[in-house]
């Protein structure tokens, strides 16, 4: 199992050192950002019920996530987040999303972390900016990720379907390692929470959030912000959009939540499920194979018929009509030099048993065959007796070499 990102001290990442990469570096400290933080949710009526701090061994990388006391929706509370880095491999993003209070994991809007900010000229205050409006759209931001999961929780996905999106994630968004997608997969056959239905997709999100918690703090908002985009898209959520309308804290009203019938839908977004039957779709028809016997009876074969038909279908462009017995190719027996029979395309079929393939012989052509039956068998009569007899002039001296030496036994 991969090792988890050990959590940190707000006091440990206050001491990490500040950077000086030179006069056009503005440096967002960690300080700074968990100061504004704090003081911007106070400012909108937000408690801190607590907070997780992860960072890289030398603290320059670090991110935090704050579960705030706002849950209108008792299985999701709202949580604030944000990702700073010191050494420039990471631009600092910050942004509201939602808090599972069964796995102790988070989700993260589609377009959450959106805001990035290369620590240049006014960064600083920009920061600072930042943060208020994700707070001040902090309602619609949690709004959404409950209705989300509520959608979530009516699709029904089997393990086939899972292991589908489960290799959409880690071969094609690669938001998963080696190790997070073993994680899932564990989560799959044995999970470790209770949930009312293990077979739908909201089970399906809460195993992946789980195994996202051994991302890297460099990555671990983007690939949580992709999860979410990913699922949204192919279900065809309605998609936050920044900045919004400000909702008053004091009263939230849950009857904002955009109802999915306003969703403009692409008449070319395909769904989850048409790409998991599309798939299916290609299986089946590679192992289902139709036989229709003589008297013209089809039937599916799945077992039995498969190996033998694939012999004779293994190309549909060089595939030969079987029922056509002209174009038939004639086996030779291999010890057989005689010439491989061709029919002539002028010869003519008579008879009885013309559909049988009989042929109407002439005398003169059965007075030949059986003159040439009769020349081979003499001809092989002859040769018969030729090997016969030098096979007893050899046996004669054979047995004179052995009389004349008789004598040797003695000496």
Sequence with gaps: MPKKIAECTKAHLVSVPLPNHGASYTVISHQSVMDYVYTELAAAGFGVVSEEYRCTADGQIAHGIYKLNYNNDPELSMMFAWTNSYNKQVRFKCGVGGYINLTGTTMVCGDMGSWARKHTGTADEETVKTIQEQIANAHMYYNQLCSDKE???GITLNKRKQAQLLGILFAE???LTTEQASIVRQQMDRPSHVYADSNSLWAFYNYVTIALQHSHPKTWMEDQRVLHYFISTVNNFQQCSAPAQ?????APQEEEVIEATETFVDPNQITIFDVIAEEEAKEAEATQITYT?????????????NEVVNNYTEDPEDEEDLNDWMNLPLESDAADDAPTYIPDENQEYTGENASHMS???????????ELD??????????????????????LIFNINDEED???SDFF
């Design 151 to 153: 959608s979530m929780k």
């Design 173 to 175: 968004y690669q938001i």
């Design 246 to 250: 400000v909702v008053p804290v004091a």
């Design 293 to 305: 016997d003589p008297a013209g009876n089809t039937f599916e074969s799945i077992d039995f018929h």
């Design 359 to 369: 042929l109407e012989v002439s005398p003169e052509e059965r007075d030949k065959a």
């Design 373 to 394: 039956i009769i020349n081979a068998e003499e001809a092989k009569e002859y040769q018969d007796d030729a090997v016969r007899a030098a096979n007893f002039d050899d």
């Design 405 to 407: 030496d008789d004598t």
